[in-house]
């Protein structure tokens, strides 16, 4: 069956980078795309930004632009998110979810089952 | 920017109907999609483009879309419906309705 399974939690300092990666199964990778969404404790859904998988185009939330960027490996079908200079309020948790290839305009199903991230010094 | 409203709070009683809106400037124009939200779970989807359901969804959800108000409609409610419930439009980027808590009495 469709599946996206994500890295492990992670714990990190202020300023620190952390890259959580979503391994996708059950179709053609290359055919659909990949959104990433977080959720801060007891918030709602943000979406952070689309990736194609098919060609690698991306399209980043403004706020996140220049501390995020989004990548595919097509060789192992896994996706990744990578966030730069985090703060406090980046604590949550972050999901994969599938989405169309060729924009990131439709709706996300499945998704993967969450990381969560704490940044705490 | 577009905003996207919905109720903090829906109350309904077991077996009846209850309705979730989501409120935006002309969201009629615009293809609205659903997913529900349990404790400690990800978001699943139950409504796309409006009015569709993915396989596996029960035919007690279903959506609707016109002028300022598209709405998720779940008849028959049961305890399991319990959760919290998001509409998702794009408009230059993807936005999230504030999310609504859907309660079974």
């Known amino acids: 069956q469709v599946q996206l399974v994500q890295s492990g939690a992670e714990v990190k300092k202020p300023g620190a980078s952390v890259k959580v990666s979503c391994k996708a199964s059950g179709y053609t990778f290359t055919s659909y795309g990949i959104s990433w969404v977080r959720q801060a404790p007891g918030q709602g859904l943000e979406w952070m930004g689309w990736i194609s998988a098919y060609n690698g185009n991306t399209n980043y939330a403004q706020k996140l632009q220049g501390r995020v960027t989004m990548t595919t490996d097509t060789s192992t079908s896994t996706a990744y998110m990578e966030l730069r200079s985090l703060r406090s309020d980046d604590t949550a948790v972050y999901y994969c979810a599938i989405t169309a290839a060729d924009h990131p305009l439709d709706w996300f199903d499945p998704w993967g089952q969450g990381t969560l991230v704490t940044v705490s010094s | ?105």
């Open chain 2, 1 to 105: 920017s577009y905003e996207l409203t919905q109720p903090l709070s829906v109350s309904v009683a077991l077996g009846q109907t209850a309705r979730i809106t989501c409120g935006g400037n002309n969201i009629g124009s615009k293809n609205v999609h659903w997913y529900q939200q349990k404790p400690g779970q990800a978001p699943v989807l139950v409504i796309y483009r409006d009015s569709n359901r993915p396989s596996g969804i029960p035919e007690r959800f279903s959506g609707s879309n016109s002028g300022n108000t598209a709405t998720l409609t779940i008849s028959r409610a049961q305890a399991g419906d319990e959760a919290d419930y998001y509409c998702q439009v794009w408009d230059s980027s993807i936005l999230f309705g504030g999310g609504t808590k859907l309660t079974v009495l």
